[in-house]
């Protein structure tokens, strides 16, 4: 937004800005409910991704799969996707400097369990020159952390040798780094 107002675009900052702010009213509004529908945390998703995505010379390409899927009827505790995906624009896009980057949000559903993958095509956790932050410290994700925290309320509903979210590397086939797909389960409530 601050670009568009520093190269005189006044119409592309308006129409982003209003989108900010879309985008915090929605998070202030769904922080204080212990359930939202699916359908409004992917709203919110397509929302922040479509800012994100401002920053890159090239912009990225995002797409959320959810066939056969209520959205509507189906609730889930608000903001659990969103640091996963912010992890994949910030660690794993951004550091791939004006390459054509991509983020896959599946979602499927099983038994009461949300089963959703964000992958996306970006430097992996494996690059070396992505574990430290400029100072050289390396740092802990605090959004996943809290995520991990939020859904032991809910581990109940999952099996006992079942793990809430799973981290893996992609690998090319010539051994590189080629991104990270993360996959969380989430117990639901249907409507």
Not at 120 to 146: A, C, F, H, Q, Y
């Amino acid at each position: 937004i601050n670009r568009f107002i520093l190269t005189n675009e006044a119409a592309k900052a308006a129409d982003h800005l209003t989108k900010f702010a879309k985008l915090i009213r929605i998070i202030l509004h769904q922080s204080g409910k212990p359930l939202i529908p699916l359908e409004d945390e992917l709203y919110c998703l397509q929302l922040y991704m479509d800012l994100e995505a401002l920053r890159f010379e090239i912009p990225f390409r995002y797409e959320i799969i959810c066939d056969g899927i209520n959205t509507s009827s189906v609730m889930i505790p608000s903001l659990l996707i969103q640091p996963f995906v912010e992890n994949a624009i910030w660690h794993g896009l951004h550091p791939k400097e004006n390459r054509n980057g991509n983020i896959s949000i599946d979602l499927t559903l099983h038994n009461e369990i949300l089963h959703c993958s964000i992958c996306d095509n970006g430097v992996g956790r494996i690059n070396p020159t992505r574990l430290k932050e400029d100072n050289g410290i390396v740092r802990k994700s605090l959004g996943i952390e809290l995520t991990q925290r939020r859904l032991q309320l809910f581990e109940s509903s999952l099996k006992q040798d079942e793990a809430a979210i799973v981290i893996n590397d992609l690998i090319n086939e010539a051994g590189q780094s080629a991104g990270t797909c993360v996959h969380i389960k989430i117990p639901v409530k249907s409507v």
